[in-house]
């Protein structure tokens, strides 16, 4: 069964980089796309970006356009998420998801159309 392990997440200053790592084990060849969704505490969990394993097709969350690139590397199994010019309202537990071809019809934010979950990692950006 295929496995989502996150890391990279901290605690850095406003105006700040970080970069997240997201490593797929046993990936197979359903699996076509990996978001990054996040949870501030006391808000719902929500989608900050998207990449196509097998085509070249992002999205973003309006609130981090310009500052978060999502990058893959499929050799390693591996999607990447680097955030740049953090603000504190980027604080939370970063979550990466991984959904198979059938359901790439949905809209990337459907948090409900994702197969595997990883554990999550912490972001904090605090001075």
């Known amino acids: 069964q295929m496995k989502l392990v996150e890391s990279g997440g901290g605690l850095v200053q406003p105006g700040g980089s970080l970069r997240l790592s997201c490593v797929a084990s046993?990936?197979?060849?359903?699996?076509?796309?990996l978001s990054w969704f996040r949870q501030a505490p006391g808000k719902a969990r929500e989608g900050v970006s998207f990449?196509?394993?097998?085509?070249?097709?992002?999205h973003y969350a309006d609130s981090v356009k310009g500052r978060f690139t999502i990058s893959r590397d499929n050799a390693k199994k591996t999607v990447y998420l680097q955030m740049n010019s953090l603000k504190p309202e980027d604080t939370g537990i970063y979550y990466c998801?991984?959904?198979?071809?059938?359901?790439?019809?949905?809209?990337?934010?459907?948090?409900?159309?994702?197969?595997?979950w990883g554990q999550g990692t912490q972001v904090t950006v605090s001075s």
């Open positions: 998801a991984v959904r198979s071809r059938k359901n790439n019809a949905y809209n990337w934010r459907h948090q409900n159309t994702y197969e595997n």
């Open positions: 046993e990936i197979t060849g359903d699996y076509y796309a």
């Open positions: 990449i196509s394993t097998y085509e070249d097709r992002t």
